[in-house]
């Protein structure tokens, strides 16, 4: 499986973006996939994980209420809704895909990756 993170671009503060995550290859399904965000000078921060099936999502304390997890895993896509964004959410966001029930909040947990997209939220 490889990934392909796009979405990102510049917007206002309060304003949406919806990232996309598409995975290339069979067996998508399996897997849980997670987003993280970085920052430069600064260590991958776990955003959230979207089970298997789609059914069940975890977010960051600081995200929650405003971004939201969804997966079409007919389409191998996974989208990260950003609603009510903050400056402090500018970062390079990057998916990441592990066959395993839970997504870990590790960054060195995941050994697919997806390029990084640039997320700007300007004041």
């Known amino acids: 499986v490889q990934l392909q993170a796009f979405g990102g671009g510049l917007v206002q503060a309060g304003g949406s973006l919806r990232l996309s995550c598409k995975a290339d290859g069979p067996n998508f399904s399996p897997h849980t996939v997670s987003w993280f965000r970085q920052t430069p000078g600064k260590e991958r921060r776990f955003v959230g994980e979207?089970?298997?099936?789609?059914?069940?999502?975890n977010y960051e304390e600081s995200v929650k209420g405003r971004f939201t997890l969804s997966r079409d895993n007919a389409k191998n896509t996974v989208y990260l809704q950003m609603n009510g964004l903050k400056p402090e959410d500018t970062a390079v966001y990057y998916c990441?895909?592990?066959?395993?029930?839970?997504?870990?909040?590790?960054?060195?947990?995941?050994?697919?990756w997806g390029q990084g997209t640039q997320v700007t939220v300007s004041s």
């Open positions: 979207i089970r298997r099936l789609g059914a069940i999502a």
């Open positions: 990441a895909a592990i066959r395993a029930i839970v997504g870990p909040k590790l960054p060195s947990a995941y050994d697919i």
